[in-house]
């Protein structure tokens, strides 16, 4: 009951600097977290940072200092914004989100991604 639809993705040179945004539509009262994971070519998916509803956030620690997860509730939207962008960057980033409508139910829902490439 919940989709997810990424944007913001493209090409940017090293140091550049992007705005990934992932919109959500459905079920949204049921959703507790809301994140970013990427996988580049040859590499396990990996997380990059998520937000609670209360705006709690976590980051990987390849991001922290860079990369900044925010949310507008009101728009049901969450975003990445990511600077000083590294080649290492480059992957697909997807949107993620659990929801929890009953008590020990957890449903994850997934964008399509949206591709990132960061080469000089």
């Known amino acids: 009951q919940v989709q997810l639809v990424e944007s913001g993705g493209g090409l940017v040179q090293p140091g550049g600097s992007l705005r990934l945004s992932c919109a959500a539509s459905?079920?949204?009262?049921?959703?507790?977290?809301m994140g970013w994971y990427r996988q580049a070519p040859g590499k396990q998916r990996e997380l990059v940072a998520t937000?609670?509803?209360?705006?709690?956030?976590n980051y990987a620690d390849s991001v922290k200092g860079r990369f900044t997860i925010s949310r507008d509730n009101a728009k049901n939207t969450v975003y990445l914004q990511m600077n000083s962008l590294k080649p290492e960057d480059t992957a697909i980033y997807y949107c993620?989100?659990?929801?929890?409508?009953?008590?020990?139910?957890?449903?994850?829902?997934w964008g399509q991604g949206t591709q990132v490439t960061v080469s000089s």
């Open positions: 459905g079920s949204i009262f049921s959703i507790y977290v």
């Open positions: 937000i609670t509803r209360g705006g709690s956030t």
């Open positions: 993620n989100a659990d929801s929890h409508p009953r008590s020990g139910m957890t449903l994850n829902y």
